[in-house]
């Protein structure tokens, strides 16, 4: 059985006792104090994670309903250090494959000048990089994976969020003078009724 949206994000017509069961369940569950907007103390010394908790808060504060709570502050703080450490992974196969690229120029020179012996000491060391690579790949695409979960969790995705979103909030526009005047002669020749 799927999980429950909230009933901010519900388009459905329930009756008014089905809208007041959902919404004392929710009042149950929903904590008394709000996520905060600054990054907790527990994303101190990671500026990127921190970064990360700053945005979600403000596009959080954008939505008409209440997707998060104070009871997925952990859920929040493990996404946006999930965030840091791909960005330093990131880092990480960028250096190696710059060592990578190095590495292979060296090879390249010293098999041109027939140097055997550091032909053989380069190859190792340009296995060792190309592995460092594919370990350094195959660890951000597990961490990718579960940061999709994260992001599926959370509403971060379009499919997360299909046929969760709440139906945007028709503006009405003002009442013309001349329409408002019709409107009240037409109440009045009909004896106030409509």
Known sequence: MPARKPSSL?????????????NARESALRPDRALPISAPSRLDGHEQ??????????????IEGE??????????????????????????RCTAHKLYMALQEMFELARDNGDSERIENLATKINYSFDAIVKL??????????????RQSLYLTPRARAG??????????????FEQMLNEISQGMNGGQT
């Open 10 to 22: 519900i388009r459905r017509h329930d009756t008014a006792a089905e809208s007041a069961q959902r």
């Open 49 to 62: 994670a921190a970064a990360s908790w700053r945005r979600l808060m403000r596009v959080y504060g954008e």
């Open 67 to 92: 997707i998060v709570t104070r009871l997925d502050m952990d859920l929040l703080v493990d996404y946006c250090i999930l965030m840091e450490q791909i960005g330093e992974m990131d880092g990480m």
């Open 137 to 150: 790949d195959a660890r951000a695409d597990r961490k990718r994976a579960l940061l999709l979960q994260h």
């Open 164 to 177: 969760a979103a709440p139906a945007k909030k028709e503006q009405e526009s003002p009442a013309d003078e």
